[in-house]
C-alpha cells in the first residue's frame, strides 16, 4: 500500500483517509509513512 501511495503522489495525487485523518502528498512525515504501513498490513490479514 505505501509503495502505491508513494507513486501516485509522485504523479501530483493527494490521498486521504478521512476516517484515521491522514493525508499523503508525497512530503510526508516519517509516523505517517509508518501508519501507512500499518495499515497496509491490517488491511492485508482483514482479506479487504
Known amino acids: 500500500m505505501r509503495r502505491l501511495a508513494q507513486q501516485l503522489t ?6 486521504e483517509f478521512i476516517k484515521e485523518c491522514l493525508t499523503f ?3 510526508d512525515s516519517a509516523m ?3 501508519l501507512l504501513s ?7 490479514s482483514n482479506g479487504l
Open 25 to 27: 502528498t508525497g512530503e
Open 38 to 44: 500499518v495499515r497496509g498490513v491490517l488491511q492485508s
Open 32 to 34: 505517517a509513512n509508518l
Open 10 to 15: 509522485k504523479r501530483g495525487v493527494c490521498i
